[in-house]
């Protein structure tokens, strides 16, 4: 089902790259390099008159209500330009790694939780049998949970496609966002623990999932 390529329908998007190392990512050093360079970075680009900024995964490494008193919500509601800002949701005890929409009056529209998670990063395969050898895997200290398999991502912009970095990896996550209307592809990741082989694969896979689904996409990465 192709869409129409009006050039009146193009959206100009601003990227910010963090290039926050994971080894200060959840140290005081490391906060502070993400506030600063993600606050700056999305002024830096709303000056320039995009329509929206993306953020890579976990651009900010803290729950909403941190993500919500953050000098970037703050220049979010100064500027009124749109932001996509990888952080984490908490619900209870549990969380989930995601993408917040956060809209020109500085509140959320959307959040797309990552459904497809990485075992031994992100969960503990047999958790009931390994949970007690592997004790602790994560920084944080609430369990990582996967988003909800059939979630929307709904935008200023209309409905969008989301992959959380590994997602790219599943073809069909995209396929059924895209059957639920997603019109272009907004993919977060953060690859600076693994070689340079591994970033190289990964940015093959979105290509090859914007050429299925016949979508525009925009990655944003960590490094």
Request: hydrophobic share 40%.
């Amino acid at each position: 089902r192709p869409l129409a390529q009006l050039p009146e329908a193009a959206l100009k998007v601003g990227i910010v790259q963090g290039n926050v190392p994971n080894e200060i990512k959840l140290y005081p050093e490391g906060f502070r390099r993400a506030i600063e360079g993600y606050t700056n970075g999305y002024l830096t680009l709303a000056n320039q008159g995009v329509d929206a900024v993306l953020t890579p995964e976990g651009a900010l490494p803290f729950f909403q209500d941190e993500i919500m008193a953050s000098s970037l919500v703050t220049a979010v509601r100064e500027k009124g330009v749109v932001a996509w800002i990888g952080g984490f949701y908490k619900q209870g005890s549990s969380y989930t790694n995601s993408l917040f929409a956060v809209t020109g009056d500085g509140e959320i529209k959307s959040r797309y939780g990552k459904a497809k998670m990485v075992p031994i990063g992100e969960y503990i395969p047999f958790e009931s049998i390994l949970g007690g050898i592997i004790s602790r895997l994560s920084p944080l200290d609430e369990h990582q949970v996967p988003g909800s398999p059939n979630q929307v991502f709904d935008t200023p912009f209309g409905r969008a496609i989301v992959g959380i970095c590994y997602e790219s990896a599943f073809s069909g996550q995209f396929r059924r966002q895209a059957a639920a209307g997603g019109q272009f592809i907004l993919s977060a990741s953060n690859d600076a623990h693994y070689s340079a082989a591994m970033p190289a694969q990964h940015h093959a896979q979105d290509i090859m999932r914007a050429i299925e689904t016949d979508r525009w996409a925009v990655r944003a990465t960590n490094t």
